[in-house]
């Protein structure tokens, strides 16, 4: 028996299709129905039916944006498309999600129940082929290299329920058989996705998987295709016929070579390579993987010119002595800085921990990943606490979920990388900003309660400007009517007030109290300390202390 949820905001259009509908000869034991796209994924992920048939134009979220969640969220579920306008994005949209059928309103019989006959049919072929020992014939709908590509991974996953019909379909039933694994990154990936192949991903990855497998050889075989959980990275998993580990090494790696160079001349694309060990059996390319996986995560980015790289076995900075980055340590500091509306702070603060890292002996693809996940995690938490929308927040720190919010996550190199965590730092500190100045009044006595607590950062007006949305005239008159002093001349008071103090702790020297002010230098602490008392920062310390105070 089968389930179908019906999706349509016209209660009319889904009670012909309940009436219309040959039900019991299909076989349908439940009719849902939903009235836009957001209740009908919400029934798909509770009910999970079998088909769905659904109408393009809805509120919410119409028929194209439902397919492409569908595409994503339940690949494998068969969709009926109704609709009442002949329109080319509606139908390139049902071909890109590869529909039953496509049917124009009004609905008549005729074609209602042929386009459920073929999509219960089908239904009822692939219940079978679950059902079946599975042998070379059974990729009923389903081409021979996606079926490849399922068996592929789930041994790489470790995830493969031995089967010796599936393995067959892959060579693994021939004992002179060799295998590995070759994982490729795609470093510039939107970029050339966006130049070159029209914002289509799918496409990217098509072209890419087409140039590694036409590579192939006598007797050296490559099959590729992307991994469905690392996004950027293609897997090419090569078989030779014979040979000593030794050769097939030395294959793979001049393959990586012509794969990097032929990608780069015909769609300018930078790749990064990882290169796995060769196998006997085909079940043992999980461990191919992981090689290649380290291979290409321990490539050191610091080394890094913008140009394709191939890593080298062995790879991966295992060292326990391996210094681990991490900005858990100056989230204070830069939780401090995003609250108080400084973001100028909080680009020195981690850009002294980017040129930390960059002195550092090696900084991996690995690292530079995690930094990034550790960065959205971290920051996501801040923002949540100072009132920012979990809505408008990276929901991971996955590339996806920073796509999702207009942040791109290409780099090649060190300095690309770190502009894409400013980058981060930057749409941060904006979401913190909005969320704050909509939820708490101006108050002038923030400003000074600020500079009271941050006399020793370089602190402009244009912090408060951008932070309240106020012009920089009104908010240097309001301050002035509150206090009695201008915005500039109240950071100078405290910090010569602070000074002061300073200066009557002998165990303290002229230099370290100008940088514990903020001060350039110590000539200029002294003259600016001149220009305010009178009187030299030495001259005080030596008795002078109560002359030409303002």
Known sequence: MYKVLIIDDEEPVREAISILGDW??????EILE???????LAMLREQRPDLAIVDMKMPEMNGVEFLRAVEAEFPELMTIVVSGYNDFEFTRQAIHSKVIDYLLKPINRQDLN????????LAEARRQIRSESINRNIAYNMSLPKLKEKIYFSIIERSFKTNKAFLSLIGADDASLRFGVM???????????????????????????????????EGFQCFSFANPKQEREIIAVFTSSGGYSQELSFRSEQLMKQVVSSLSSLFGIIAAGGIGSPCTEALDLAKSYEDASVSLQGIDLLKLTGKAVIGTAGQGGKSPAREVHSLTGRMPILRSALEAGNINHAKTVLGEFTRKVRSADSFTFGDADRMIREMVVLFNDVALELGT?????????????????QLRTDFATFDEFELRIMQILEYYSEQIRQSMAGNRPFNVEDIKEYIDNHYFEDIKISMFTEKYFLSREYLMKLFKQQFGYGIHEYVQKVRMDKAQQLLDDSSLKIQEISEMLGFKDKNYFSKAFRNYYSISPSEYRAGGNGKGKK
């Open 34 to 40: 939903a009235t836009d796209g957001k209740s009908g």
């Open 183 to 217: 994982a490729l990154r795609i470093l510039n990936m939107e970029a050339i996705r966006d130049s070159r192949f029209n914002s289509d991903t799918e496409l990217l990855y098509f072209a890419t998987e087409n140039v590694i497998n036409e590579m192939s050889e």
């Open 24 to 29: 019991k000869g299909l076989n349908v034991s």
């Open 389 to 405: 929308s979990a809505d408008k927040l990276p929901s991971s720190g996955g590339e996806r979920a920073l796509r999702s919010v």
């Open 114 to 121: 042929q386009a459920l006959h073929k999509a219960i049919g």
